[in-house]
């Protein structure tokens, strides 16, 4: 084995190395943590299962074409379904059966939102040809909807300045997100 260069025999550098690497590792985990957090909702929706038969995004999430807001849908709409789906025989749609019995209204916790000073519509990307994927992540595979982390002004800007070059001036302005 060929000597060690010397500034590795000192423990000081095995130290200092040892712990970068502890940080490195740390923040990768930080990392991941963010990417895949949900917050507990007050009812465990499975997207996945809905998308598999067929249900559009629109239909639980019609604000997408008119406005900032998506929408999420209300216990009525569920049950619009529900109502027509025998739930006998399967665990997860007779939990649903009787949270639906005992609640009037559900509150899901919201994952993707902004703050109130930031001006966001979902109408001018979909017009653009952008799809939920893009900024959601594959809802497609998800039970609740995951976070996709931390989706700052950086984010916004780092697909803004992506676009033609005669779009740039409105795209990056100040007052085109916050009004
Ligand atoms: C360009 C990125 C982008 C695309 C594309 C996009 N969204 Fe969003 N979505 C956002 C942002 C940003 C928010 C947070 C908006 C806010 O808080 O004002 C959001 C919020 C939402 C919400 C929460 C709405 C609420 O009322 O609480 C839902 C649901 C949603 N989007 C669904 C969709 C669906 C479905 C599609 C595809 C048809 C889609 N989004 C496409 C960026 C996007
Ligand atoms: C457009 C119709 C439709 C709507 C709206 C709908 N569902 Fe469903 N849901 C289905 C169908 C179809 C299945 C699959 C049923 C089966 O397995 O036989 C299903 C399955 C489920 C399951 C079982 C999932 C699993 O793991 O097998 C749950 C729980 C559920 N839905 C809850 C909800 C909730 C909560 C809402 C409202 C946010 C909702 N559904 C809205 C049609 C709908
Ligand atoms: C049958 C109804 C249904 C369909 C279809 C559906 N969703 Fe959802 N979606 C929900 C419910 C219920 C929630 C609230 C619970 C949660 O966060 O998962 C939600 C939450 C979300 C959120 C998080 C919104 C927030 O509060 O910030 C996003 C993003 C989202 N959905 C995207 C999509 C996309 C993209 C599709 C199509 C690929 C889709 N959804 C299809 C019912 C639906
Ligand atoms: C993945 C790419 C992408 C991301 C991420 C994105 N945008 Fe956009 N945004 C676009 C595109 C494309 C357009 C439409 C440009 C056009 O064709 O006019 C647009 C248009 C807009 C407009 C309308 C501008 C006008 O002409 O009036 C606003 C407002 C806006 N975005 C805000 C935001 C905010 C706020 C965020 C972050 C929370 C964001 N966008 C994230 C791609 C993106
Ligand atoms: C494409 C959309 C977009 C544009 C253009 C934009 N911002 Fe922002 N800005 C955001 C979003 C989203 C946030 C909130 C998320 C965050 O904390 O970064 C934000 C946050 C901020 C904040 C609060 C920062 C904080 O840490 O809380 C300030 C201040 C700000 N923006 C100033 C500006 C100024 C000044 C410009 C013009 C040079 C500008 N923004 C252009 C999207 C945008």
Redesign the pocket.
């Known amino acids: 084995m060929p000597p060690l260069p010397k500034f590795l025999k000192n423990p000081l550098v095995w130290l200092g190395a040892l712990l970068l690497l502890g940080a490195l590792a740390g923040g990768a985990y930080v990392g991941i943590q963010a990417v895949q957090a949900a917050p507990p909702q007050p009812f465990p929706y499975v997207h996945s299962v809905h998308l598999q038969s067929g249900i559009q995004c629109i239909y639980c999430h019609p604000g997408v074409l008119r406005g900032k807001s998506a929408g999420l849908p209300t216990l009525q709409k569920c049950q619009g379904c529900h109502n027509n789906i025998d739930p006998a025989g399967k665990p997860a749609l007779e939990a649903w059966a009787d949270y639906a019995s005992k609640n009037k209204t559900i509150e899901w916790v919201p994952v993707a939102i902004?703050p109130d000073f930031?001006?966001?519509?979902h109408n001018?990307?979909i017009a653009?040809g952008?799809n939920c994927e893009?900024?959601h992540g594959d809802v497609s595979k998800m039970t609740v909807a995951q976070s996709q982390g931390d989706?700052n002004m950086g984010?916004?800007l780092s697909?803004?300045t992506r676009?033609a070059p005669e779009?740039q001036v409105?795209?990056t302005d100040c007052a085109?997100?916050h009004k």
Do not use: E, I, R
């Open positions: 902004q930031v001006y966001f519509n001018p990307h653009a952008l893009q900024c989706q984010w916004c697909c803004h676009q779009k409105k795209l085109t997100c």
